[in-house]
């Protein structure tokens, strides 16, 4: 006689050899056949099962084929032939009448919908299209405080519905009503729209594997694109969401382009529709926005955070001001690079506090290990791992604002955002970041001059009312703290600064860098331009308010005759564009300009508010620079060096290895 374990085995091995389709709780052939033996033994089906060894006697092995040739030949779903299907640790009875229970909506049941909502705010739920009932009786399950509404068109899938309500013994707290979608609901409100609605193209409901079609016509199959009706439906969504706390959760694969919509998607195992969204349609008055919720745009990629930079040369920057450590990972840098942990920490100098009495005097000893990456001093062409150890922060200067928005700084915003926010030194909105930005362009700068010849230098172009790039001299930029091109400036940029500093207020500044021996052909004609990307990236600086390439914003008030860059044997007989043509590079140097806002740390006392809606005086105490921009060409050049790395990446890999 074969053990439990064998039988499983066996029974997989028929599934696949059928070439069974799979999507109905399960997703492969040895989670369904688990299913099936155990539901035959009448063993534990919930996860908890370990007795793999127990010895299947004749009689079970019998019922065992017998299930498994129904399901071989009928290529019914598993959970028709056995009525029942589990979702939400859960089990309920199902048959043809409803869909088998399957969606992803299930993991946000079982976190009680956080974080997109405080579970606790929410007092009554709808469930539109419930078939089986499975949505709202386990939300009402999880959720024991929920009131929940369950909607469907259909007389025989609400019987269905009614008992699995009575089953979990939740008659009390869900309602099971017959309606046209919103048709039957009159003026109710609920908190939380709750849908796994009609997903198929209609016309392609021929074309779905067996087990699909032997599911309900009315609970597959969408009238129109394989959208569900949003039409009908969105006309009452935005009447029956509560403006407090309201949102609406869909399974739909291609609802995200029925109308206008944000969502969230992810992947739940088992289940044949990957996508789950959070949706909320944009109608005045509609569904609400609550701190802590994460939302993608429409249509794109749904990602958190954006903590990476890149496509193929990819740089992820983690780590707080005030937190233990900041570091990044690099990915996609070419093998063979010689690089040592000094030559990095040369450039982090560069950017470092503390160098003048005109930047913060936070002292930070920016001493990077190397953690992988690297053999023998040379890269190795796998992901480079770099940390960086806060040796001098201090939290405790930020603990009187904790709970106040600093006018000008990202706290506001954060909180909205997220519900929550690092109030210590700005946490990841700290200029502290961009440490890791320069580590990175190390890498990058290296690489650039040695296979390519390129070279980056940057400089302060103006600070305050003061331009300083009138008489340049290349020599003179490393050494002043100012980064300042004309040695002459420099003691009018200290005696500004010192006033400056006294007064307690501060000032913004304009960086400007300078990429020479770039090649031609680097960037993209329409939506990968060189431009595009260096001032996306440019503006991704802390503090950075706009961005120039070339002439910049002067082209306003240029004639064509004098903007366009002429062509001679000899080459360009100007730069106005700065290095870039139609997205793509031309062969001169590229020339960009940040201009970056003063700062807003400030001990002067302004007014704001608190976290509660108060009206306060905020006084921002601690160590603060009073010109960003002065520790900004650092910075500058790194997001540069990056920008152009990426794109010479891609530029080989598009036009070869001798492009």
Same mark, same amino acid.
């Given at each position: 006689?074969?053990?439990?374990?064998?039988?499983?085995?066996?029974?997989?091995?028929?599934?696949?050899?059928?070439?069974?389709?799979?999507?109905?709780?399960? =997703?492969?052939?040895?989670?369904?056949?688990? &299913?099936?033996? @155990?539901?035959?033994?009448?063993?534990?089906?919930?996860?908890?099962?370990?007795?793999?060894?127990?010895?299947?006697?004749?009689?079970?092995?019998?019922?065992?084929?017998?299930?498994?040739?129904?399901?071989?030949?009928?290529?019914?779903?598993?959970?028709?032939?056995?009525?029942?299907?589990?979702?939400?640790?859960?089990?309920?009875?199902?048959?043809?009448?409803?869909?088998?229970?399957?969606?992803?909506?299930?993991?946000?049941?079982?976190?009680?919908?956080? *974080?997109?909502?405080?579970?606790?705010?929410?007092?009554?739920?709808?469930?539109?299209?419930?078939?089986?009932?499975?949505?709202?009786?386990?939300?009402?399950?999880?959720?024991? &405080?929920?009131?929940?509404?369950?909607?469907?068109?259909?007389?025989?899938? @609400?019987?269905?519905?009614?008992?699995?309500?009575?089953?979990?013994?939740?008659?009390?707290?869900?309602?099971?009503?017959?309606?046209?979608?919103?048709?039957?609901?009159?003026?109710?409100?609920?908190?939380?729209?709750?849908?796994?609605?009609?997903?198929?193209?209609?016309?392609?409901?021929? /074309?779905?594997?067996?087990?699909?079609?032997?599911?309900?016509? /009315?609970?597959?199959?969408?009238?129109?694109?394989?959208?569900?009706?949003?039409?009908?439906?969105?006309?009452?969504?935005?009447?029956?969401?509560?403006?407090?706390?309201?949102?609406?959760?869909?399974?739909?694969?291609?609802?995200?382009?029925?109308?206008?919509?944000?969502?969230?998607?992810?992947?739940?195992? !088992?289940?044949?529709?990957?996508?789950?969204?959070?949706?909320?349609?944009?109608?005045?008055?509609?569904?609400?926005?609550?701190?802590?919720? *994460? &939302?993608?745009?429409?249509?794109?990629?749904?990602?958190?955070?954006?903590?990476?930079?890149?496509?193929?040369?990819?740089?992820?920057?983690?780590?707080?001001?005030?937190?233990?450590?900041?570091?990044?990972?690099?990915?996609?840098?070419?093998?063979?690079?010689?690089?040592?942990?000094?030559?990095?920490?040369?450039?982090?100098?560069?950017?470092?506090?503390?160098?003048?009495?005109? /930047?913060?005097?936070?002292?930070?000893?920016?001493?990077?290990?190397?953690?992988?990456?690297?053999?023998?001093?040379?890269?190795?062409?796998?992901?480079?791992?770099?940390?960086?150890?806060?040796?001098?922060?201090?939290?405790?200067?930020?603990?009187?604002?904790?709970?106040?928005?600093?006018?000008?700084?990202?706290?506001?915003?954060?909180?909205?955002?997220? !519900?929550?926010?690092?109030?210590?030194?700005?946490?990841?909105?700290?200029?502290?970041? /961009?440490?890791?930005?320069?580590?990175?362009?190390? @890498?990058?700068?290296?690489?650039?001059?040695?296979?390519?010849?390129?070279?980056?230098?940057? &400089?302060?172009?103006?600070? !305050?009312?003061?331009?300083? =790039?009138?008489?340049?001299?290349?020599?003179?930029?490393?050494?002043?703290?100012?980064?300042?091109?004309?040695?002459?400036?420099?003691?009018?940029?200290?005696?500004?600064?010192?006033? @400056?500093?006294?007064?307690?207020?501060?000032?913004?500044?304009?960086?400007?860098?300078?990429?020479?021996?770039?090649?031609?052909?680097?960037?993209?004609?329409?939506?990968?331009?060189?431009?595009?990307?260096?001032?996306?990236?440019?503006?991704?600086?802390?503090?950075?308010?706009?961005?120039?390439?070339?002439?910049?914003?002067?082209?306003?008030?240029?004639?064509?005759?004098?903007?366009?860059?002429?062509?001679?044997?000899?080459?360009?007989?100007?730069?106005?564009?700065?290095?870039?043509?139609?997205?793509?590079?031309?062969?001169?140097?590229?020339?960009?300009?940040?201009?970056?806002?003063?700062?807003?740390?400030?001990?002067?006392?302004?007014?704001?508010?608190?976290? =509660?809606?108060?009206?306060?005086?905020?006084?921002?105490?601690?160590?603060?620079?009073?010109?960003?921009?002065?520790?900004?060409?650092?910075?500058?050049?790194?997001?540069?060096?990056?920008?152009?790395?990426?794109?010479?990446?891609?530029?080989?890999?598009?036009?070869?290895? !001798?492009?």
């Amino acid at each position: 006689m074969a053990s439990v374990a064998e039988w499983v085995k066996r029974c997989a091995d028929a599934m696949e050899a059928a070439e069974l389709c799979f999507g109905h709780g399960t =997703d492969n052939a040895m989670d369904e056949a688990a &299913w099936l033996v @155990l539901w035959v033994l009448d063993l534990p089906r919930d996860g908890t099962f370990e007795r793999w060894d127990r010895t299947v006697s004749g009689a079970e092995a019998d019922r065992i084929e017998s299930l498994l040739e129904a399901r071989v030949d009928q290529r019914r779903p598993l959970a028709y032939l056995t009525g029942e299907a589990w979702f939400c640790g859960l089990r309920f009875t199902v048959d043809e009448r409803v869909l088998v229970p399957r969606s992803p909506i299930a993991e946000l049941i079982q976190a009680r919908f956080h *974080p997109w909502l405080k579970a606790r705010e929410i007092r009554r739920a709808l469930d539109l299209c419930t078939g089986s009932g499975c949505i709202a009786v386990a939300m009402a399950v999880h959720m024991p &405080w929920l009131r929940v509404d369950a909607v469907d068109i259909d007389r025989a899938a @609400l019987a269905l519905a009614g008992t699995n309500v009575a089953a979990h013994g939740v008659e009390e707290r869900v309602r099971l009503i017959r309606s046209d979608l919103f048709a039957a609901l009159a003026e109710e409100r609920y908190e939380l729209i709750v849908s796994n609605p009609p997903y198929v193209p209609a016309g392609a409901v021929a /074309t779905l594997p067996a087990e699909y079609r032997a599911e309900p016509l /009315t609970g597959l199959a969408a009238p129109v694109r394989g959208v569900w009706t949003w039409s009908c439906a969105s006309c009452g969504l935005h009447r029956a969401t509560s403006p407090r706390a309201g949102c609406c959760v869909v399974k739909s694969e291609r609802a995200r382009n029925a109308c206008r919509i944000c969502c969230r998607a992810w992947r739940s195992p !088992g289940s044949n529709s990957s996508t789950a969204a959070k949706v909320s349609l944009q109608y005045p008055g509609s569904c609400c926005r609550r701190p802590g919720t *994460p &939302w993608a745009h429409a249509g794109s990629e749904a990602k958190m955070s954006d903590n990476t930079f890149g496509r193929l040369f990819r740089v992820t920057t983690f780590g707080e001001s005030h937190g233990p450590a900041i570091g990044c990972v690099v990915d996609g840098c070419p093998p063979g690079i010689e690089i040592t942990a000094a030559e990095i920490e040369t450039e982090l100098r560069r950017r470092a506090t503390g160098r003048s009495r005109h /930047t913060s005097q936070r002292k930070e000893k920016d001493e990077v290990q190397l953690l992988s990456g690297l053999f023998e001093g040379r890269t190795t062409g796998t992901p480079i791992a770099m940390v960086i150890y806060n040796t001098d922060a201090r939290p405790r200067d930020y603990t009187e604002i904790a709970r106040q928005f600093r006018p000008g700084h990202a706290d506001y915003t954060y909180w909205k955002k997220y !519900g929550i926010r690092d109030y210590r030194g700005g946490g990841r909105a700290s200029a502290r970041e /961009t440490t890791m930005r320069v580590a990175a362009g190390a @890498l990058a700068r290296k690489y650039l001059a040695q296979a390519h010849g390129i070279t980056i230098q940057g &400089w302060l172009a103006q600070l !305050g009312p003061i331009r300083t =790039d009138e008489n340049v001299d290349w020599e003179a930029i490393e050494q002043n703290p100012f980064f300042c091109p004309d040695p002459g400036r420099v003691p009018e940029l200290e005696a500004y600064m010192d006033r @400056l500093r006294k007064s307690g207020d501060s000032v913004g500044a304009r960086v400007s860098a300078v990429a020479r021996s770039v090649p031609a052909g680097l960037g993209e004609p329409v939506y990968g331009k060189l431009d595009a990307e260096l001032a996306g990236a440019l503006m991704s600086i802390n503090a950075a308010k706009g961005v120039e390439i070339g002439a910049g914003f002067e082209s306003v008030v240029q004639l064509g005759t004098e903007h366009r860059d002429e062509l001679t044997r000899e080459g360009f007989l100007s730069n106005h564009a700065g290095g870039v043509l139609g997205g793509i590079s031309s062969g001169q140097d590229i020339r960009v300009s940040v201009a970056f806002k003063p700062a807003s740390s400030l001990r002067l006392p302004c007014r704001s508010l608190d976290v =509660d809606g108060n009206e306060v005086e905020v006084v921002t105490k601690g160590r603060h620079d009073p010109c960003v921009g002065i520790r900004a060409t650092p910075i500058v050049e790194a997001m540069l060096a990056l920008v152009l790395m990426d794109h010479v990446l891609r530029h080989r890999a598009q036009m070869g290895e !001798g492009a």
